[in-house]
């Protein structure tokens, strides 16, 4: 891949947080170029041999709800082969078993392309195990089942992944028409994380542009109704620490992101569609130095969070509705509303935001989205007991 060197950053305590890097090329090319390696060249080549070396210890986590299955095998096509995809679906079992379609689908796809894979459904008692094991109980309901939820999905990956091994953890959404979108992401994650010099790195995708249908004519969106107000805020926030107006920050919303197991085990979570934005607040808490950090080796190590354009056109499921906009404007704001971090100026104009578009009431506040502690606190060697990673890479019986 050639592409932007990550140039200018902003620093908050022992964050990093880079510019949206450019992609040029997205196959950089059989040779390497040694004219990149002058200290004059504002471009990089990534070696191939990098990208796959990180690809092979990298798990995809795929969340699905009730998703075309066509939708579903697009995104598994174009997932890297040495990329090992976990696929966590909350998709419905009744009148119709949705999960046992996606189930026969991925298994009978996996056993062509000869890929290792894991798939479990969310609600599965043998994936609530892994956690009573593990003594991590803050993810479990009163049936003792894994919460719905997609951010409770995406934690249930993240600890399946380190269980299986592996040293990154991607997620990639399960709603996209393009495989070769899909693709891409998995190779910006690989390409973002090679450049990592900290153990506590982080990739997050901007889309290059969302297509709609206006006029009968494409139009090519680049910014969401949600990523601009969750960026402008999330801006804000920084700002206000470092004194200096910024726009840096791009990614308040990437669903599609991934992290180094180390620093994706060290962060906290909150729950359903604020989990992105969170990721931020979670970041400046822990790290920021403003509080004390409960990591003294991250904070001399740093973290680094590199934001990567990409270059196809992102096309997933649209038309989830005014409500599910208007939800996910809520739970990103209410994340930073109610951080410690928060100053009352931010938090004034948090609650004029949401207040002007009705999304909350003149005399109510946002509402606080379920936190979950680092999943660090998870006795992994005991977590991993119940579980028959032999079954052809498929563990749950269902
Ligand atoms: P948007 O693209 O951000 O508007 O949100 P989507 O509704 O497309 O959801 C993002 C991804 O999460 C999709 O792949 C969904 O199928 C998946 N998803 C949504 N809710 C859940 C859930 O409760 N559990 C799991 N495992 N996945 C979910
Ligand atoms: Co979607």
């Not at 095998?73 to 078993?97: K, M, Q, T």
């Not at 969170?278 to 808490?285: A, K, M, P, T």
């Not at 928060?342 to 207040?355: A, D, G, T, V």
Request: with cysteine; net charge neutral.
């Amino acid at each position: 891949m050639r592409l932007e060197l990550p140039a200018r950053a902003e620093r908050f305590g022992a964050n990093l947080f880079y510019n949206i890097q450019k992609i040029y090329e997205l196959d950089g090319g059989f040779e390497l170029d040694s004219e990149f390696a002058s200290p004059f060249h504002v471009i990089q080549q990534i070696p191939r041999e990098r990208l796959y070396e990180i690809e092979r210890d990298m798990v995809i986590v795929i969340p699905v709800k009730n998703e075309r299955l066509r939708l579903l095998e697009s995104a598994l096509c174009g997932i890297p082969h040495d990329c090992l995809p976990i696929i966590v679906s909350n998709s419905h079992r009744d009148p119709v078993d949705r999960f046992r379609m996606e189930q026969n689908m991925v298994d009978a796809f996996c056993r062509y392309a000869k890929k290792r894979h894991i798939i479990v459904h969310q609600r599965a008692p043998e994936l609530a195990q892994v956690f009573k094991n593990g003594g991590y109980h803050h993810l479990l309901d009163e049936e003792g089942l894994v919460h719905s939820g997609k951010a409770e999905g995406m934690l249930a990956g993240i600890a399946l992944a380190r269980l299986s091994g592996k040293k990154y953890v991607g997620f990639i959404d399960s709603d996209n028409y393009f495989p070769g979108a899909v693709f891409e992401y998995a190779r910006l994650f690989s390409a973002g994380l090679s450049q990592s010099k900290s153990p506590y790195s982080m990739v997050r995708i901007q889309w290059h542009s969302k297509p709609k249908i206006v006029d009968s004519g494409l139009f090519f969106a680049k910014w969401g109704r949600v990523s601009r107000i969750t960026n402008l805020y999330l801006n804000q926030l920084l700002s206000h620490y470092t004194g200096y107006e910024t726009e840096s920050l791009r990614t308040g919303n990437a669903g599609e992101h991934a992290m180094s197991m180390d620093l994706a085990l060290l962060l906290d979570y909150s729950a359903g569609f604020s989990v992105e934005t969170y990721h931020f607040v979670s970041l400046l808490e822990k790290f920021g130095g403003v509080l004390p950090s409960p990591y003294p080796e991250v904070m001399k190590a740093g973290t680094e969070v590199f934001q990567m354009e990409s270059r196809n056109p992102h096309f997933h499921e649209a038309a989830k509705g005014d409500k599910h906009i208007r939800e996910m404007i809520e739970y990103s704001l209410a994340v930073l509303y109610h951080s410690p971090i928060c100053p009352e100026s931010l938090k004034k104009e948090i609650l004029r935001e949401l207040r002007r578009s009705r999304i909350i009431g003149k005399d109510e506040e946002p509402l606080q989205p379920r936190r979950y502690p680092a999943l660090s606190g998870i006795d992994f060697e005991a977590a991993g007991v119940s579980m028959d990673w032999q079954q052809h890479g498929n563990f749950i019986p269902a």
